[in-house]
């Protein structure tokens, strides 16, 4: 036995808890170390002292205050909580029997729900993804200039340039149309 | 049977059915034991005795938790170790913001006079002084099950329960916490204050 296996058996050695042969290993190291000698003579020491240790004792007061404190419980009354605890509708207990009636309740409003027809309302879904396709398409539509319908009245209007070809198709390029 | 001879266990059953003779006998009964515990722990005797007092008034109001599946004395314990443990790391929190704010010059110096020669008497409480201070410094886990072991005196299955951990685990800290105990019992012999 090294002195860091017979640090970790000392409480079980003064309990008489150890089994013979480690025991018999403890006792050997115990004579031939002196560090762990020592330790263990300090340690049953303590043990010791620890027992003689005295006690405090409560102050006289102390049951006067606790009496006190009792009344002043029992004049409040039990707590929301502790009232809610002893409440016992028809003898059960009231947590399972709170889960039980929600659980009854959500049953009878889904059976409700889903047997009576005119509770859902009417969904079209065919009509809805149409809805929701000619949307889509209409709002990413880009944005393209035809230049046979804009570049007539672009070019009256502009009295200083001459209708030519070529910077027509300059100015379709710098509105964004093709490329 | 008068109450006096009656069973903890006993006790808490006739309480639970309203016989308030039967609280006021587990009162007599733990005030003391309860206290010793509590103040071994925070080292602080007036706290200690408000911590016994809401440990008393919760067995007063949640009577009904106890289940006679455990022993009353280790619910109880259980009880005002949770409390206990709630306490010292309220005062931890406390202590870490106050010493911030300890400038050097506020410290305490204590010269200790070699003139006068310790009898057994002074010995003792020499000792006790000196094992309160080492178990305000060990920590927690070993702290509890040291006061449970060595000065409550309860079996090691009882501090298991309490402490939540398994046996193996609390025989284990009850040694490492001795060990621990006793160094730090030696650096304050050699360094009194």
Known sequence: MNCYDFELNISAYIEGELKQAVRENFINHKETCNNCFEKLSDISKLMENMLNISNVKT????????????????????SVWQRFLLFKPL????????????????????????????????????????QSQKKTTNQ???????????????????????????????????????? | MSNFELTDEELIKKFQNGDVG????????YKDRLLNFIYRFLN???RAEDLVQDTLIKLYTHK??????AKFSTWLYTIAANLARTE????????????????????????SSPDIEPDDENLAQIFEKNVQRAL??????????????????????????????????????????RVKLQELLKKKEERPY
């Open chain 1, 59 to 78: 102050s006289s007061q102390f049951d006067q205050v606790l009496r006190e404190r009792i009344i002043e419980i029992d004049n409040k009354g039990p």
């Open chain 1, 91 to 130: 003898g059960f207990e009231p947590i399972p029997a709170l889960g039980f009636a929600m659980a009854l309740v959500m049953v009878i409003g889904a059976s409700f729900l889903l047997l009576n027809q005119d509770g859902l309302p009417n969904v079209d879904f065919e009509k809805l993804s149409t």
């Open chain 1, 140 to 179: 990413f539509k880009p944005s393209v200039i035809t230049p046979t319908k804009n570049l007539p009245s672009m070019a009256d209007s502009d009295t200083s340039s001459k209708s030519n070809p070529k910077q027509l198709k300059n100015r379709i390029q710098l509105v964004g149309g093709n490329k």
């Open chain 2, 22 to 29: 039967a609280y006021n006998q587990i009162v007599y009964r």
């Open chain 2, 44 to 46: 602080d005797i007036d």
């Open chain 2, 64 to 69: 009904d938790s106890y289940r006679e599946i």
């Open chain 2, 88 to 111: 010292l790391r309220k005062i931890k929190r406390r202590k870490t913001f106050s010493v911030s704010e300890l400038s050097r010059d506020d410290r305490e110096f204590i010269i």
């Open chain 2, 136 to 177: 305000v410094e060990l920590p927690d886990d070993f702290k509890t099950i040291i006061i449970l072991r060595d000065i409550q005196e309860l079996s090691y299955d009882e501090i298991s329960k309490i402490v939540e951990v398994p046996l193996g685990t609390v025989k284990s800290r009850i040694n490492r916490g």
